[in-house]
């Protein structure tokens, strides 16, 4: 029974980080494939910072500037520029880095965000940004010590999985896996990538379509995050930009596909 507990509140809490980034901060604020409701924009403002860790308009900003400059030599986080274990690194310094610039109004970082009509997150404008993680520590404490240390572990590493998360999705996403479109990059359809995080591994479709709150693309491809925002839609969270949708390939492009096998566009 407390194995299954520990589960349930590692799998509860690491889907509640997933959601946020992939549903809200993502397909939602950055590229505006789903639009969500005002209250629930407000609340991703306000709330986002808090359940991740990561302020909404840092990582919205740092990932445009992923797409602008894709596996170039100003992409924030590429395998090609630091290999695939060197994006977990990349990735952290890239965000410090963002949120230094967008403190200092600097415009090669403010021009990606002027459609962001919110200001970074209080935390990080008074340099408190490691608030969220003493609260999570906080109460992974308080469990370890009236329940268990594996339910307090089974908290915090479900709460703050974002680094993982990234790592995984920026470093496979661009290295390894297959291609449905030339893109002028390295982006990749990552299974593995795909059914850890919410769907986010198919990278390829996603830098084909930025746009479409659906990434998957051929019936073998499954987007769970796509499926929560069918969902959020039904009950009014948002609603998902159907014009935009990538549409569906009813066949699987086969191996010997030039556009499959191709590295770059």
């Known amino acids: 029974m407390y194995i299954a507990l520990c589960l349930v509140v590692f799998l509860a809490t690491y889907a509640l980080n997933t959601v946020t980034i992939t549903v809200g901060y993502h397909r939602g604020l950055a590229h505006g494939a ?7 924009r407000r609340a991703l403002i306000v709330m986002g910072n808090w359940v991740t860790g990561l302020d ?3 990582w919205c900003v740092m990932h445009r500037m992923h797409h602008a400059h894709s596996d170039g030599t100003l992409d924030p986080h590429s395998p090609v520029n630091v ?7 990349e990735q952290l310094k890239s965000y410090e880095n963002t949120i230094r610039a967008l403190l200092k109004k600097d415009p090669a970082y403010t021009r ?5 009509d919110f200001p970074l997150s209080w935390l990080n404008r008074r340099g408190v940004w490691f608030l969220p993680y003493l609260l999570h520590a906080t109460v992974a404490v308080v469990l370890g010590v009236s329940v268990g240390w594996a339910l307090g572990a089974a908290w915090f590493l479900g709460m703050m999985s974002h ?4 790592g995984i999705v920026n470093g496979l996403g661009h290295a390894v896996g297959g291609r449905n479109f030339a893109t002028d990059d390295n982006s990749r359809n990552n299974h593995l990538a795909a059914w850890l995080i919410g769907g986010e591994g198919f990278q390829n479709n996603h830098h ?8 998957s693309y051929t019936p073998m491809e499954v987007d769970v995050g796509y499926g929560v925002c069918l969902l959020l839609d039904a009950v009014g ?5 159907e014009h935009s949708l990538l ?8 191996a010997g596909d030039p556009v499959a096998n191709a590295s770059h566009g």
């Open 34 to 40: 789903v639009r969500l409701s005002a209250r629930s």
């Open 56 to 58: 909404p308009k840092a």
């Open 83 to 89: 290999g695939v274990l060197g994006v977990f690194a």
């Open 112 to 116: 990606y965000a002027v459609d962001l």
């Open 163 to 166: 680094p993982l998360q990234g």
């Open 208 to 215: 084909h379509a930025p746009a479409s709150a659906r990434f």
């Open 237 to 241: 969270v948002l609603e998902v930009q």
């Open 247 to 254: 549409p569906r390939q009813r066949h699987v492009l086969t």
